[in-house]
């Protein structure tokens, strides 16, 4: 199984495993506790090691990318088509079209979700077939994702999302026009009461801020950048529509256009770091046709 390494220098004489797992590695408390209970997960030159064993100038300290966790939700693999647009030993960043679900649901059990066909392509390449989302994206909207190959990335990652070290750029055409040129939208956002899924702007809801800049207006509608600072269930789609303008073809917020496959929002720009080397990343995805279509008129 594929581990990290790190050789030990003479200014690590004496340290604890512990603190070179915290310091080299950034192994976060979930992950420590993974790695304690696996198998060979922490060794140092090869040999099982204990957090409070002490080092020495040029041992080897490992530990592994994949854990045994026994807990891991399996999802059942399937062909389809998938955009990869970057992939390392630690993640793949995919940019998935309108319509498509992430993740297996009721309603979506026929294999047509993301996840199956990232653990098809997995299995298929020889890697561990697990789908592990790290922002996720609803099935209306389209755009750049980030998964984890490894538990080990998984939670870098998710502790980068958790600090805002993942920047999500979003592009979106909303109805109306007149908006201020720039803003920020602070409004909390919480359940809608009997509603299942659908959000509302609420006193007692979570803090969530939008922020946004207008690009674009024609024919009555408006073409926006817009950057998350939080990440709350329908963020964007809750905020312009409460602003009285709603993202065009939003069947939840707003009104339904036929022909699209979900709202116009499109998430067209992901910044991150590498979880293992800490090397800056940065992708990009061109908006969908149907937004020129919509600035047009044509929808």
Excluded: W
Aim: net charge neutral; charged share 25%.
């Amino acid at each position: 199984m594929e581990r990290l390494r790190y050789v030990c220098t003479s200014a690590d004489d004496g340290l604890e495993v512990l603190t070179l797992l915290r310091r080299e590695f950034l192994v976060s408390t979930n992950l420590l506790r993974q790695l304690k209970v696996t198998e060979n997960g922490i060794m140092l030159d090869a040999v099982r090691v204990t957090v409070r064993h002490t080092v020495r100038p040029g041992q080897e300290l490992s530990i592994l990318r994949e854990p045994d966790s026994g807990k891991e939700r399996r999802v059942e693999p399937m062909e389809g088509p998938l955009d990869i647009v970057y992939e390392d030993a630690d993640l793949m960043i995919l940019n998935k079209p309108a319509g498509l679900a992430v993740h297996p649901s009721p309603g979506h059990y026929d294999g047509q979700t993301l996840a199956n066909r990232v653990v098809f392509y997995l299995a298929q390449t020889g890697q561990n077939p697990t789908f592990r989302a790290i922002n996720r994206l609803d099935r209306g909207t389209s755009g750049l994702m980030t998964c984890a190959k490894t538990k080990f990335s998984a939670h870098r990652l998710e502790e980068l999302l958790a600090a805002d070290g993942i920047r999500r750029t979003y592009h979106a055409v909303c109805e109306g026009t007149g908006l201020p040129e720039s803003g920020t939208i602070d409004l909390p956002i919480g359940k809608t009461e009997d509603r299942g899924i659908m959000r509302q702007v609420r006193e007692d809801g979570q803090r969530a801020v939008t922020h946004y800049r207008v690009l674009k207006e024609q024919n009555g509608r408006t073409l926006l950048e817009i950057r998350l600072e939080t990440g709350r269930t329908h963020q964007i789609r809750v905020h312009f529509s409460h602003l009285g303008h709603p993202l065009c073809g939003d069947f939840m917020y707003g009104q339904e256009i036929e022909q699209m496959k979900g709202c116009a929002l499109h998430s067209c720009a992901i910044t991150l770091t590498q979880p293992s080397t800490g090397a800056p990343l940065t992708f990009t995805a061109p908006d969908p046709p149907v937004f020129e279509k919509l600035l047009q008129g044509l929808l």
